[in-house]
């Protein structure tokens, strides 16, 4: 198998205008064979439109569409080889649950007995066999969700696409659907291309992660790339908490680089491509790399003030008023309470960071 | 404690409207329900019970022509229901599924508008028109007229129940493999059945009881049962005539409650 054709997904230049208004601005992106792949971003980003374009219910307005080597922009939508599952299912509500799942296979050509084998083992893998004869206004959201999924991999997709299925779905029947759906993914060996505004759906299901916004392709990378190593401040900011500073760069060398703030306290902190010396831009640092002491543990502590401090289950998250710059989140886990304190409001205090902990964006 | 009760059967004077106008409604068609099996040749005094006048309208002097009357009226209320329907499907798609065209709005207003303009307004007009093309005036043209006229009739339950059914069931179907056609009659003619139904009856009903229509666009001597029935009653009000209209009222109530029935049998929820 060549190098291109053990590409699930090729998009190369894929532009889709809709009148004046382009809302996908040259996207090129590769996807992988049996990856779980996700396109994260917020409403109105593209990520919904370019999973309809390779599904084929919009058409490319420039750019082309590869599905295993094969050029499928043009195709419409029965005659390419991926399946849906739609936000809302989609469930063809005068059908049973048996004949939704079974209507893939006999659209392919299958027998009917032949569909219906196959369609009961779908729903004895998603476990709703006992459901086969009832109709979908029968079943619950989460149920009616399964019996979605099996309706997409029935005809055994070369790439199952998913849009938000999950977004109807209370928060702890999702939790345990993402664990589902990647079992799934594993289990199939199918290609899944998964559409969500949901950051920690997104890091917890994705084994890549294309972040979107504005039309435009953000960071592509594993959960731990996009978290850890955001490229901008779109990316540090839509994925995850994080603190911004701004700062100007005086120095910049093997990946590292010496900065100071307005007030010009100095901070050393990793570098991007991209970043001169001398050019202002913002670093930015996740609250669980920060911890606070009452005397600074090393020379580039930050000096503040506490102001609340907000108990969230696993974590307390410290507010701090910093004495130069803006109001920092201090996350302390509480497994670790045993050895780092937390300080009263109104406290003066300092905010060390982890080594290695601040990062700078380009914008 | 005190709550406001704004419950309308609290209103004064709720109970004595409602009776009312149930009693305007209804009285006239219990009366002349009742009558029709009045043994009495008059059409008033009641006289015991009798099936007679039943008998009459298949039997009797003006037996023939109301056979005439009803067949015309039925043949033409099935085959205008059938065209007015079929059309009216055609349109609620491109109306519904069509996206956003030019001149929706008034295309729209274009096939509704019917329903506002004064019946007899349309008659004349109508009359006119196959009077300028030159069309002889008969069944063929009570038929053309009543397909036209019960477009909007049709029109308006299909469309109804085809804003109710998301896009998503026929990208769902395309997604799966179904060729467009396929996606049309394995998904989306499913769903839009009750709507359809719900059409072809009421055009169905809309067609066999009209009369000022048909009176004008009607030739010498071809009626049906609305024009038969005016007919007769210009000669007086003979029970026959009631026996007749209480025959239509049954069949109406009938094709009304199947109407109802199939409208709830709601598929796509």
Known sequence: MSERMSNAIDVRNAVKRYGDFTALKRISLTIKDNEFFTLLGPSGCGKTTLLRMIAGFEDVTEGEILLYGDEIEKLPPHQRPVNTVFQNYALFPHMTILENVAFGLEMRGKSKSEARTRAGEMLELVQLSQFAARKPSQLSGGQQQRVALARALAPQPKVLLLDEPLSALDLKLRKAMQLELKHLQRETGITFIFVTHDQEEALTMSDRIAVMSAGEMQQLGSPTEIYEQPRNMFVADFIGETNLLEVSVDQVMNGRAVCHLGGGHALTCNSVEGINVGAKVHMSVRPERLFTTDVPVEGEALKGRVVENIFVGTDISTIVDLAEGPQFIVRTSNSERGNKRIFEPGSEIFVNMELGAGRLLVD | ?269
């Open chain 2, 1 to 269: 404690m005190a709550t406001v009760n704004n419950d309308i059967k609290t209103y004064k004077g709720f109970r004595a409207i409602t009776l009312l106008c149930l009693l305007v409604l209804y009285a006239p068609l219990v009366i002349v329900t009742i009558y029709s099996f009045n043994a009495s040749a008059s059409i008033t005094n009641w006289e015991g019970l009798s099936f007679r006048w039943y008998a009459d309208v298949f039997t009797g002097p003006e037996s023939d022509k109301f056979k005439v009357a009803a067949f015309n009226s039925f043949t033409i209320a099935i085959m205008a229901a059938t065209a007015s329907t079929t059309i009216a499907t055609l349109a609620a798609t491109a109306m519904v599924r069509g996206g956003k065209f030019k001149l929706r709005t008034v295309s729209f207003g274009l096939i509704s508008l019917p329903l506002m303009v004064p019946e007899i307004v349309t008659a004349v007009a109508t009359l006119i028109f196959f009077n300028s093309i030159g069309f002889t005036r008969g069944y063929l043209t009570i038929l053309v007229a009543h397909i036209a006229f019960c477009i909007p009739f049709a029109y308006l339950p299909i469309s109804a129940r085809m804003q109710g059914i998301e896009d998503s069931f026929e990208q769902a179907a395309m997604d799966l493999y179904a060729t467009k056609r396929q996606a049309f009659t394995k998904v989306l003619m499913p769903l839009m059945a009750p709507g359809i139904i719900s059409g072809f009856l009421l055009a169905f009903i809309v067609s066999l009881d009209d009369f000022i229509i048909t009176n004008f666009v009607k030739g010498a001597g071809v009626e049906t049962l609305p024009t038969a029935i005016f007919g007769s009653v210009k000669q007086g009000i003979k029970p026959n005539i009631m026996a007749i209209s209480t025959m239509l009222l049954s069949f109406s109530i009938v094709m009304v409650t199947i109407s109802y029935f199939v409208s709830k049998s709601d598929n796509t929820k």
